[in-house]
């Protein structure tokens, strides 16, 4: 997907985001600006008008000239003001539709390594960046397709007075080509920095995260973020800086030449009139209209960065909704209410975008119904890979995972998530209501505190709520002003308990839960997941554990070890035991740093 989709689906995708956001708007500011368009030019006619009328002492003509341009005044004023104040309606509100619309295409990227993708994350990037001036610069777009009416309009009255006069907007194309070329190599210039941009930008928020001062302090990291911070936004400023200098110039070089042109088309007309081959209303005409027509062309010029930033905005977000199009994924296949069989991985190899190997390989494995799984090995291994395939969140690169007997790649995504449940070790902190960071794990419930407080008690972690300050509508983060910044392990808490809000998964998924909790939490924790262990599952629910500490996997129906992205052994933990692998080495090693 290198190819740019063209200037004109942009513009399409545009006017149908509005008119979908607000229609009568879209009609109502085109039309009055339209209106105000088609009126404005029509003042040099009328100053013809006027000063002929006055040479020739007739005062019909004279009053009649002056009550028009009155009322054009009037007209062209109200209906561009009106034209004005539902074009920034508009336009503001297809800004909050493009978020939206970056959420939906987004969410819709079901394979997380898709989102991840260079050049889908630099297209987002940009729309991003440029989507922050969008209203203004759409308003200065839709300002500058009313100013080259006016330019037509203009040309048109030009020709009433010498046919030659035509030739003066072919002067105008110069700045208008320039101010394009000279666009163009500024958003070259912009992508090209993108990623400079982003670098910077990472850095700055690192500097100012919370999470993130005690260790920045702790080793002296100021000079290091400042100076990687400085390089950085100093080659994406630099490279920019060259393009917009030389653009600069080339406008400039263009502009003298179209005020050659003006000055040569009133010299012409003057010497007519001198003549007596033009009136001295056409003279004036010709002042007014060509004057009219350099600040037209000046503003359509001084608007065209708008013009061609709006019109790479749109490409790009055009762009991003061909790529989701391409990569959203097509599964039908709707998982059953409980699950019969179990999970089988056949043959499964996963490889990360530009990666040199893979992150699992030849990976074999069966998960039976009903069953806890452990996955256990080094950092490193591959465990969080296995564990996002099992979620559909990666498709393998080789062999095929299948619920079932049916293949995970042939099953409707949002159902088979949809069934799923769990706490992955980068757990995301919502900083919104206590009560709501643990609903959303079952959104149509979030807003219940009692299903809210029997997920904490499923999770073994109901103390939470007591040790917040107001309970379950504590404002959790520094979002709020009155937030409440959580511990670590409480927020591991707040994600455990998270993960109980759907009551009946096919597949609960827990990677490193107990990696923040304290000892006491930790227990618990490992006491819940003994009881899953023992308990009989009528759905057939399959619960994965993720963890490098091996007390918590002994009670495991099968424990799978990962090292060096393959499966080296599975087993129960008594068998690994007595095959003395490597998980009886592990387990020996770790044990023996607890004595």
Request: charged share 20%.
């Amino acid at each position: 997907m290198n190819e740019r989709p063209p200037a004109t689906a942009g513009i399409v995708l545009l006017l149908r985001t509005a008119a979908a956001t607000d229609r009568r708007g879209l009609i109502v500011s085109l039309g009055l600006g339209s209106l105000a368009s088609l009126l404005t030019p029509l003042f040099p006619l009328l100053f013809k008008a006027l000063v002929d009328g006055a040479v020739r002492s007739d005062t019909n003509t004279v009053t009649a000239a002056a009550v028009a341009i009155a009322a054009l005044q009037a007209g062209s004023h109200s209906s561009g003001s009106y034209a004005s104040i539902f074009g920034w309606n508009l336009w503001e509100r297809v800004t909050v539709s493009i978020d939206e619309r970056l959420v939906g295409l987004t969410t819709r990227l079901g394979l997380v390594d898709r989102a991840e993708r260079p050049d889908y994350v630099e297209h987002l990037t940009l729309v991003r960046t440029n989507r922050e001036t969008f209203q203004e610069s759409m308003m200065s777009l839709v300002g500058a397709m009313f100013l080259a009416v006016q330019v037509l309009v203009t040309i048109a009255i030009l020709a009433t007075v010498a046919p030659i006069l035509i030739l003066l907007p072919l002067f105008s194309a110069a700045p208008v080509a320039a101010g394009r070329w000279a666009e163009e190599r500024g958003q070259r210039a912009l992508r090209e920095s993108a990623l400079d941009a982003r670098t910077a930008d990472g850095f700055a928020l690192l500097a100012v995260d919370p999470p993130a001062a005690g260790e920045l302090r702790v080793l002296r990291l100021r000079e290091l973020v400042l100076e990687r911070h400085i390089a950085a936004w100093e080659r994406a400023v630099a490279r920019q800086w060259r393009a917009e200098s030389v653009g600069a110039l080339v406008s400039a070089a263009a502009l003298v030449v179209f005020t050659v042109g003006f000055a040569g088309a009133v010299l012409f007309v003057t010497d007519r009139s001198l003549h007596g081959g033009a009136t001295v209303g056409a003279v004036i005409l010709v002042l007014t209209a060509g004057q009219q027509l350099h600040n037209q062309i000046g503003g359509v010029l001084a608007s065209s960065g708008d013009l061609f930033r709006i019109v790479e905005t749109v490409r790009h977000l055009a762009w991003i909704e061909r790529y989701v199009d391409l990569h959203e994924e097509r599964g039908a296949a709707r998982p059953a209410p409980a699950m019969r069989e179990g999970l089988r991985l056949e043959g499964v190899s996963f490889r990360y975008d530009g990666a040199e190997r893979d992150a699992l390989a030849d990976v074999s494995l069966t998960l039976p119904a009903g069953s806890v799984v452990a996955v256990v090995g080094e950092n490193g291994a591959g465990k969080s890979t296995l564990v996002k395939l099992l979620c559909g969140l990666h498709r393998p690169t080789a062999g095929r995972i299948a619920v079932d007997g049916v293949d995970l790649a042939d099953t409707h995504a949002p159902s088979w998530r949809a069934s799923l449940s769990g706490a992955f070790q980068d757990f995301v902190r919502f900083e919104v209501l206590a009560r709501e960071s643990v609903g959303i794990g079952r959104i149509e419930e979030a807003g219940e505190p009692a299903r809210v407080r029997r997920a904490l008690a499923g999770a073994d972690v109901a103390d939470l709520e007591g040790e917040l300050p107001e309970g379950l509508e504590t404002p959790l983060g520094r979002a709020f002003l009155n937030g409440v910044d959580l511990s670590g392990g409480q927020w591991q808490k707040v994600a455990l308990a998270r993960s109980m809000m759907r009551e009946a998964p096919l597949m609960l998924v827990l990677d490193e839960p107990t990696y923040s909790l304290d000892v006491d939490s930790e227990r618990r924790v490992f006491e819940w997941f003994s009881r899953v262990a023992g308990t009989d599952n009528p759905l057939g629910t399959i619960t994965v554990i993720v963890s490098h500490r091996f007390s918590t996997v002994r009670a495991a129906h099968v424990v799978a070890v990962v090292h060096d992205g393959r499966l080296v052994e599975s087993g129960t933990h008594a068998e690994l035991l007595r095959r003395g692998g490597r998980y009886a080495e592990m387990y020996r090693t770790q044990a023996e740093g607890y004595v």
